[in-house]
């Protein structure tokens, strides 16, 4: 990791569900001004895009997300 900062190196070697909790903890502060701003992660926007252009209808599943 950079600068003791979540990177996707660290992503990919997560072993648990404990370690993504804390991992992504570290990670949401500054996700958008770090990682997503220096990768120009643009996925986001372009499934958004997506959506409004198929009618903007209907339940949506964030697979990224976490549900307790």
């Not at 600068?3 to 370690?19: E, R, T």
């Not at 990670?27 to 252009?53: C, I, K, M, N, P």
């Amino acid at each position: 990791m950079t600068d003791d900062k979540p990177d996707l190196h660290a992503a990919y070697g997560l072993k648990s569900v404990d370690d993504s909790r804390r991992l992504y903890a570290d990670w949401a502060g500054d996700y958008d001004t770090s990682f997503a701003t220096r990768e120009d992660y643009q996925l986001h926007t372009h499934t958004a895009r997506a959506f409004v252009g198929a009618g903007g209808q209907g339940p949506v599943l964030d697979v990224g997300a976490e549900c307790d």
